[in-house]
């Protein structure tokens, strides 16, 4: 006698909830939502930031530059007069100039030897890479008050460190702070000495984006350390270099800290206004001068034109000669 072992049937399936349809229906929307709404919140901050301290307060300057603005007065209505005053205007034009004489000074050979030190780095038979490079940046941790104040004490007149190399070799002691060409290389010094390896770390970043098998295979085919420079990696890195030197630029041409700090807080940037920058000129115009803070409204965006040009002419300049 045999025993058959008999399982027991299946038990149905539960019917479907209602609901599952609708759940699913819901869920589809909530990702199609999250799709095409979530980048949108994420960006956001961003553009509140932007619009609260950037867009609302160029708007506003330009609005202010279209009237006689007294910050304790009257605001009345002038159309383009403070813009038609510039061309007239003297001290303008002086910070013009030492604006882009301090910007000549400092911007191209601090490019230059960023460039120089960034392909130097870049090489494989230096040791120590990452202690150089740390060492190269540590100029712009510095607070910018603490390198004016070791600037100042270098290029005083009776005590500072550059007259006492000048006297070794027979030469005068120079009023660095009282000259304009003197006055200039010091500020510049200063923008040199802090910004260049900033620079400097950008351009080996593109530098290194650069494939290696493109300088193995002109190793091969003979090229120089030189040649592989001028041939491989100054058209490769065309688009960091211009980005550095946009970035140059719009630095320079805003240049305040340093040379307000090398005139101890002197806003006219020396007795005879001799490196008075536009940055400063426009605040003594807006911010000292409350009754013509629609002049330095209109100064403000005179610099941001101005801006504007030097930035595409520099653009324009690097792609054609990088080609």
């Not at 813009?83 to 910070?95: C, G, H, K, Q, V």
């Amino acid at each position: 006698m045999s025993l058959s072992a008999t399982t027991a049937p299946p038990s149905p399936a539960a019917p479907p909830s209602p609901d599952l349809p609708s759940r699913q229906r819901r869920g589809r929307l909530l990702n199609r939502l999250d799709v095409k709404y979530s980048p949108y919140l994420y960006i956001a901050p961003f553009f509140l930031i932007f619009g609260a301290f950037q867009l609302y307060p160029m708007v506003r300057t330009a609005w202010m530059s279209l009237h006689d603005w007294d910050m304790i007065g009257d605001h009345s209505f002038i159309g383009f007069d403070n813009y038609t005053r510039l061309f007239s205007d003297e001290y303008f034009w002086n910070a013009l100039v030492n604006t882009f004489g301090i910007f000549a000074l400092s911007t191209i050979p601090q490019l230059l030897l960023a460039l120089f030190l960034a392909n130097l780095l870049n090489r494989t038979f230096l040791r120590a890479k990452t202690f150089f490079r740390m060492a190269i940046f540590m100029p712009n941790v510095v607070s910018v008050a603490a390198v004016a104040i070791v600037f100042g004490m270098l290029f005083q007149r009776e005590f500072g460190l550059f007259n006492w190399l000048l006297s070794l070799v027979g030469v005068d002691p120079v009023d660095w702070d009282g000259q304009r060409w003197s006055s200039w290389f010091a500020i510049s010094s200063m923008v040199n000495w802090r910004w260049t390896g900033y620079n400097t770390l950008i351009l080996l970043a593109g530098m290194q984006a650069i494939p290696k098998d493109l300088y193995e295979a002109a190793a091969i085919d003979g090229a120089t350390q030189w040649r592989q420079f001028w041939q491989i990696t100054l058209p490769m890195l065309k688009p960091t270099f211009i980005f550095v030197v946009i970035l140059s630029t719009i630095g320079g041409m805003q240049l305040f800290t340093e040379p307000l700090l090398f005139a101890n807080g002197n806003i006219l940037g020396g007795s005879q206004r001799e490196f008075q920058t536009l940055a400063m000129y426009m605040y003594e115009m807006g911010i000292v001068n409350l009754n013509s803070a629609g002049y330095g409204a209109a100064v403000a965006w005179a610099i941001f034109m101005i801006i504007v040009v030097v930035s595409l002419v520099n653009f324009l300049l690097v792609r054609r000669s990088a080609k």
